[in-house]
């Protein structure tokens, strides 16, 4: 049985289990699957880029943010620079050492907002580098990018949260040893072909901003 949307897959799932009774749990069992993909998961097609205009201390993660990679920011000038992650502690200790609005130089995740510090002395473009969560399928959206490429991860992830479900120890043992097959399989093929190191490439006004503590 081809495996190329929603449905399909829903399909699938019930005919591997051999069962025609599950049809309203069957959905949990990918929604589950797409949870655990979230976490373990990092291919090349997670990851993405956006840009917001920032001008206060505190702004929103993107929706579908998985985990960051790097983020930079942009002054007017046009000068770029790379702001070093810290923790909210350490950006908590340096705002109560001074609030004074500046040039931010650090950056951490406090729930659903990122903070930087200092607190932003003017208007600046940040620009996000991170992992994306997948796209959930639903009818809605019957496809994504994961299910085109490697369907056989969805159906064997689907299968490892039926078995659980159903107390199927053995089932679960199977599933569980071909998702995690599947899942380096995929990021053993994602590895980037990279040609010799150029040295001579430069970095127009890119410029690093680095604390003098050693802590951070």
């Known amino acids: 049985m081809a495996i190329s949307n929603y449905s399909e897959l829903q399909a699938?799932?019930?005919?591997?289990l051999n069962r025609s009774d599950l049809s309203v749990v069957i959905p949990d069992f990918i929604s589950l699957a797409e949870a655990q993909f979230n976490r373990v998961m990092r291919a090349r097609e997670m990851q993405g880029q956006a840009t917001a205009n920032i001008n206060t201390a505190f702004f929103a993660l993107p929706a579908d943010f998985a985990e960051v990679k790097a983020m930079r920011l942009t002054d007017g000038s046009g000068a770029v620079w790379d702001?070093?992650?810290a923790t909210p502690e350490q950006l908590s200790t340096g705002m109560a050492e001074s609030s004074t609005p500046s040039v931010p130089e650090f950056y951490s995740i406090l729930g659903e907002q990122f903070q930087i510090y200092p607190p932003p002395n003017g208007a600046y473009v940040a620009t996000l580098i991170y992992v994306r969560k997948l796209v959930p399928l639903s009818t809605a959206a019957p496809s994504n990018w994961l299910l085109e490429t490697a369907p056989d991860i969805y159906?064997?992830?689907?299968?490892?949260?039926?078995?659980?479900y159903l107390r199927d120890v053995e089932g679960l043992a199977t599933w569980k040893a071909l998702l995690e097959q599947a899942i380096e399989e995929l990021r053993v093929g994602d590895k980037p072909v990279i040609g010799p190191l150029r040295t001579?490439?430069?970095?127009?006004?890119?410029?690093?901003?680095?604390?003098?503590?050693?802590?951070?």
């Open 12 to 16: 699938s799932v019930a005919g591997w």
């Open 155 to 164: 159906l064997y992830g689907s299968l490892v949260q039926a078995a659980q």
């Open 83 to 85: 702001l070093i992650q």
């Open 200 to 216: 001579d490439i430069p970095l127009v006004g890119l410029q690093r901003r680095y604390n003098i503590y050693s802590d951070w």
